[in-house]
């Protein structure tokens, strides 16, 4: 594979763009090497300014379930366009996504639109703290809510790779209202509820984590979460940026049968386009303004080209539930594929699973919490990583992220992702 267009493009992006990149995890950093740089893609695939034609693994972190230029999502787009792309007025098309996401997600009444998923958690936690009154949050080592202050305490995903548990600019003031909890680890919770009572708003968790890698919550944590949360007074939020649209109409609320208090949305629900949500019942959501006193605001927010993607894409989950079950076995297809050849090299691996999202840790123990995804051998990653792109895989660059399968992968490509790992000397 030949990347000198690739190299001289990030050379040149370096002279005006902080590390080359608008957003850490695409630099890298973590695997080394230059990032490669993509002209175009289409269905499964990308192709990048070196003409390298590639299996794509990521899905843009997620939003493209149906596979890239997706048509009906392309046309909804260029049609919407031509009317104007912005007007800071509210438009027709605003209410209709939000009404057909109400109607597939449980447990919500109305929903904001933002541009990012760290914008619907932002939002989302000052919403809670507005709500209830209360100041303090927990978060879980690992998990990822954006780039937001409070979010950025031992945060996974790109912050992680930078070994910046706190990042620079985030200040103490900041910082002691956000309370560091275990995934996976309910006594954690119980812990800090009880050290801090009655002065935690919400805990904010992704309920199938995506940022150490994927990580399953087993069911008495998860049910445990909801009773203590019940009980003591506490908003649980779910963060499903990730899980939300992906893992069936419901997401996880869906797939795990429990109720959260407060939902926040990206990703797919803007169909490769900057939307982020959340939502929640009548009582919480009135809270908001201009219902409310709650402020929270945005000059793009439920911009008509963004909600027009949303509305494709959703409108075709929506009709077409059996993707959802596709996607699941497709990625079921991957992981025996996968683990049948890395049972016949020498490295100790783990894979983890759950709907559409997988992810290869290179360690000995069971992947359950931030610090069991940490001991995953890094070098071997690495290896495993640019072996799998010199033979036309493309996989999230870092061990600290899950894959996003699209349904536009047919079983040939998975097969051919599988062969391509028989090549690769870990
Ligand atoms: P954005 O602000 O990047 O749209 O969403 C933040 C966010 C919130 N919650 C969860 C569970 C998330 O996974 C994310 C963002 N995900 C990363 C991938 N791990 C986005 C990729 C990036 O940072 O460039």
Redesign the pocket.
Known sequence: MLYQRSSALFAEAQKYIPGGVN????AFKAVGGDPIFVKKAKGAYLYDEDGNKLIDYIAS??PLILGHAHEPVINAVIEKAKQGTSFGMPTEIETQLAQLAVSMVPNIDKIRFVN??????MSAVRLARGYTGKDKIIKFAG?????SDSFLIQA???AVTFGSPNSPGVTQGTAKDTLLATYNDIESVRALVAANKGEIATVII?PV???MGCIVPSDDFIKGLRELCTQEGILLLF?????GFRLGKGGAQEALGIDADIV?F??VIGGGL?V?AFAAKNEIMSHLAPEGPVYQAGTLSGNPLAMAAGLAMLTELNSKPEVFESLAKKTAYLHEGLDAVLKGKDVPYRINRFGSMISVHFTEEGVVDFASSAKGNNETFKKYFHGMLEHGVYL?PSA???YFLNDDLSYADIDETVNALKKVNL
């Open positions: 957003s850490p995890v695409r972190w997620g990012s998923g760290t914008e619907a958690c998990c990822y809510h954006g780039h996974g995903s790109g992704e984590a995506g940022n963060d499903e940026v990730m899980t926040c990206g990703k900057p982020g999230p600290f992220e899950s």
